[in-house]
């Protein structure tokens, strides 16, 4: 149990382009979700937490216009990673939380390149 | 604030030899800890976790960690290492359940045959 399914794992856009990355859990209720971004070799940084019906909490420095978070549903978290450019090639990952339980079941990732 | 720190960046070991991997924290209350391991280009599995209770915690994989508040540790183990475990480990901390956490920088571990 407790699977989260990300989507999609792999993702190369030109300047300019938007890109949409899907998080859903797959067998329980995600009341939180929770984006981070892991440049190479580096270790995952926080940029939001959403929780479903609510606005997302975005990290300091990270830019909410330019990474758009919709959590419309207990199973679903979107990313949207609007005009996006080189800068923004990144590994993506999605983790949540269920409601009385301890821990957090993540996705698999999403790797970007803009070229 | 939360804050992690993972000494070791890179760690080899050889197969079968012993392991462990060093994790420090900073948190004022009783934390949430979990070490976690990733593949390349892969997301992150959850090897354990400690929240309260027996401070010797049994994870998947054979490994095992030891909370110790007095260090402010959370120091992951394993007897006999295979080299499947080659890969990058993380140890996170979290003030509670459903809360964001904060991660260390990583530990990639490499094991020679």
């Known amino acids: 149990g407790a699977v989260v399914s990300q989507h999609p794992s792999w993702v190369i856009c030109k300047s300019g382009t938007s890109v949409k990355i899907e998080c859903r859990s797959l067998?329980?209720?995600?009341?939180?979700m929770f984006w981070y971004r892991q440049f190479p070799k580096q270790s995952l940084m926080l940029m939001a937490t959403?929780?479903?019906?609510?606005?997302?909490?975005?990290e300091q420095g990270v830019e909410k216009d330019k990474f758009l978070i919709n959590h419309a549903s207990l199973t679903l978290s979107t990313l949207t990673v609007t005009s996006a450019h080189p800068e923004d090639s990144s590994f993506y990952i999605c983790?949540?939380?269920?409601?009385?339980?301890?821990?957090?079941?993540f996705g698999s990732g999403t790797r970007l390149t803009v070229v | 604030a939360q804050s992690v720190t993972q000494p070791d960046i890179h760690i080899t070991v050889s197969e079968g030899a012993s392991l462990e991997l060093r994790c420090n924290y900073s948190?004022?209350?009783?934390?949430?800890l979990f070490w976690y391991v990733q593949s390349p280009g892969q997301g992150l599995q959850l090897l354990l976790k400690?929240?309260?209770?027996?401070?010797l915690v049994q994870g998947i994989k054979g490994f095992e960690a030891e909370f110790k508040r007095s260090q402010s540790s959370f120091n992951l183990r394993k007897p006999s290492v295979h080299w499947s475990d080659a890969a990058e480990y993380f140890c996170?901390?979290?003030?509670?359940?459903?809360?964001?956490?904060?991660f260390g920088s990583g530990t990639i571990l490499r094991v020679k045959s």
């Open positions: 983790s949540a939380s269920r409601t009385g339980h301890y821990g957090y079941t």
């Open positions: 400690y929240f309260s209770g027996d401070t």
């Open positions: 067998d329980f209720q995600a009341t939180t």
């Open positions: 948190y004022g209350a009783t934390p949430y």
């Open positions: 996170a901390v979290g003030d509670g359940y459903g809360n964001k956490l904060v």
């Open positions: 959403s929780n479903e019906g609510s606005k997302a909490t975005y």
